[in-house]
Nanobody
Framework: QVQLVESGGGLVQAGNSLRLSCAAS????????MGWFRQAPGKEREFVAF????????DYADSVKGRFTISRNNAKNTVYLQMNSLKPEDTAVYYC???????????????WGQGTQVTVSS
């Protein structure tokens, strides 16, 4: 069983940056594809980014391309999401998740963190 714990959320002004972290325990972190998703009030959970186990393959939602960067440190069992040029529409609860294969579909992720709130003010 893999446990995921996100951190780094908060309240920021538009144009600023935040770095989210997700620490994993209880499994073989380096074998998983790691993803970030977000869910805004009244909306469905949506894909943000994923990174392959060896960090070679990455994919981003169009809405965050060029602004967000996903990375991982397998030695620290941690995945990161660097968020730059934040916009009010980025406001959401951000979740990290683990999957056995590369996918943007949330139903294909087996393990989820509890989420961290990101609020971007205009």
């Amino acid at each position: 069983q893999v446990q995921l714990v996100e951190s780094g959320g908060g309240l920021v002004q538009a144009g600023n940056s935040l770095r989210l972290s997700c620490a994993a325990s209880g499994g073989t972190f380096s074998s998983f594809v790691m993803g970030w998703f977000r869910q805004a009030p009244g909306k469905e959970r949506e894909f943000v980014a994923f990174i392959s186990w060896n960090a070679i393959r990455k994919d981003y939602a169009d809405s965050v391309k060029g602004r967000f960067t996903i990375s991982r440190n397998n030695a620290k069992n941690t995945v990161y999401l660097q968020m730059n040029s934040l916009k009010p529409e980025d406001t959401a609860v951000y979740y990290c998740a683990a999957a056995p294969t590369r996918t943007t579909v949330p139903e294909n992720y087996n393990y989820w963190g509890q989420g961290t709130q990101v609020t971007v003010s205009s």
